[in-house]
């Protein structure tokens, strides 16, 4: 099939239309520096993807620190990660979004194709709102709309339910394992935004969404 046969077209947010992985990662590094350890990029890529409570699990146990804390120290470091993360991303500016974006996007509503943001961040709302692209979505399911984390798949199936489109029509693009994971599980078709030695299980594999630009491309 075709891309511009499906009826939905979910989008992750951080690592496909927006690079907001690097101010997450500035942010869980200076938690991770006052705790006396380094984070390093290869350790950031783990959290890609993943919800702020876990990611947080992931970084004290790199720092040999997961049974250092009660659940109310763990609560204060998320929200004083949470509080520099919105502080980096408070000058995001709309020459943030990743190339392709805009094109892609405005292909897609030319076209009648439905199209949706799926992502684990509390934050997606002030991040597309400063990117100026709120109204290219017909919805947005992020992290508060969820109890369930990616790899589960209920951010990718809410979408499609409140659109009342079947999963089987609805493809996602993610840049994060665990995205791929939730896609597939909720019975839809995984395009991977990065490489198959990184994610595995994909349909297909494109560098960025610039790929998709007046290009059509066959289904296995
Ligand atoms: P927040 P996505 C994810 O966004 C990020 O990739 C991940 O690193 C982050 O921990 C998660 O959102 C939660 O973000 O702390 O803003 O709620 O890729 O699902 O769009
Ligand atoms: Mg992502």
């Known amino acids: 099939m075709d891309i511009y046969g499906f009826e939905l077209i979910i989008f992750d947010l951080d690592g496909v239309i927006v690079d907001t992985a690097k101010y997450h990662y500035l942010a869980w590094k200076e938690l991770a520096d006052k ?12 959290l890609k993807g993943i919800s702020r409570t876990r990611s947080l699990e992931i970084i004290l146990e790199i720092g040999g620190l997961a049974d250092a804390f009660t659940p109310e120290q763990k609560e204060e470091m998320a929200t004083a990660k949470n509080t520099r993360y919105m502080e ?10 990743l ?24 934050n997606a709302l002030p991040i597309l709102d400063k990117l100026d692209v709120i109204h290219f979505f017909d919805v ?31 493809a996602v693009f993610e840049d994060a394992q ?23 299980g994909a349909s297909m594999y494109v560098a960025g969404l610039d790929h998709f630009q007046r290009v059509s491309w066959n289904m296995p």
């Open 178 to 200: 665990a995205g791929i994971e939730a896609a597939l599980a909720a019975g839809m078709t995984a395009i991977a935004v990065g490489s198959p030695e990184n994610l595995k």
């Open 88 to 97: 980096y991303i408070h000058n995001l500016k709309e020459d943030e979004l």
């Open 99 to 122: 190339p392709g974006t805009k094109e892609f996007l405005t292909e897609l509503k030319s076209r009648g194709i439905k199209t949706a943001i799926g992502s684990a961040s509390k």
């Open 35 to 46: 705790l006396g350890f380094s984070l390093t990029l290869e350790h950031n890529e783990r």
């Open 140 to 170: 947005i399911i992020d992290g508060n709309a969820t109890d369930k984390a990616k790899p589960h798949p209920e951010v990718f199936l809410l979408a499609a339910e409140k659109l009342g489109i079947p999963p089987e029509n609805c």
